[in-house]
Nanobody, 127 residues
Framework: QVQLVESGGGLVQAGGSLRLSCETS????????MGWFRQAPGKEREFVAA????????FYADSVKGRFTISKDNAKRTVYLQMNSLKPEDTAVYYC????????????????????WGQGTQVTVSS
C-alpha cells in the first residue's frame, strides 16, 4: 500500500518562502511520477510540479515556474517543493501524489494520472 505524508505547510507573508516535504512508503517504481498539486477553496485541484525518481526532468505549472523548485532525495524516498516569492494566490491545500503506473510527459500534469494522494498540507500566504 502506497502512503504519502506531506509536511511543511504554514502561514507566511507575501514574498516569503516555505519548503514542503512528501515522504513516501510502500511500493513505488522509479519511472512513476511524483507530483505536487494544490486546491484553493472553491477551485479545482491543479497541477504545480512533478518529477520521476529516475532522471532529472522536472515539470512546472506556468504560474509557479521560476519561483518553485521540485526536488527529490531517493535514499529518503522524499520529494520536496521549495516555494519562494510566495503570493497570496498561492494559498491552497497542497497535495503530494503518485501514479500506479507509467505516465507520459504529455500527461504528467493531469490530475487523472495520479492514483495515490497524501492528506494535504495548508499553505496560507498573507498580503
Amino acid at each position: 500500500q502506497v502512503q504519502l505524508v506531506e509536511s511543511g505547510g504554514g502561514l507566511v507573508q507575501a514574498g516569503g518562502s516555505l519548503r514542503l516535504s512528501c515522504e513516501t512508503s510502500g511500493p513505488t517504481f522509479s519511472s512513476y511520477p511524483m507530483g505536487w498539486f494544490r486546491q484553493a477553496p472553491g477551485k479545482e485541484r491543479e497541477f504545480v510540479a512533478a518529477l520521476r525518481w529516475i532522471g532529472d526532468n522536472t515539470f512546472y505549472a506556468d504560474s509557479v515556474k521560476g519561483r518553485f523548485t521540485i526536488s527529490k532525495d531517493n535514499a529518503k524516498r522524499t520529494v520536496y517543493l521549495q516555494m519562494n516569492s510566495l503570493k497570496p494566490e498561492d494559498t491552497a491545500v497542497y497535495y503530494c501524489a503518485t501514479s500506479g503506473g507509467v505516465t507520459t510527459n504529455a500527461k504528467i500534469r493531469s490530475v487523472d494520472e495520479y492514483d495515490y494522494w497524501g492528506q494535504g498540507t495548508q499553505v496560507t500566504v498573507s498580503s
